[in-house]
């Protein structure tokens, strides 16, 4: 089994709040299970701490193995999220491991 986390970090912008943001990214995340079949459990959700060290929003993708992972990374549905998300992400920080 492969694990995959992302970290993001996000602004406002495009008129649109951080919260709103996070919001609108948790939908469009939540979506990609029935889009996208090598998807074993998809969670997601907004930091709520707002530490030094925070990110603001966190994505957990788990798969069979490293080929569903790289399906998954080319697959359209998730390109568009990743589209969608361009124009608010400051950093994005991953890992992805064997569990």
Known sequence: MIRHIVFF?????????????????????????????????????QDFIHGEMSYDFALEVDFKSVDDLNFYSTHPAHLNVVEWLKPYMISVAAVDFNM
């Open 9 to 45: 970090r996000i602004k406002d912008a495009n008129g649109m709040t951080k919260d709103r943001i996070c919001s609108q990214l948790k939908e469009k995340f939540a979506e990609l299970p029935s889009k996208i079949s090598v998807i074993q459990k998809l969670v997601s959700g």
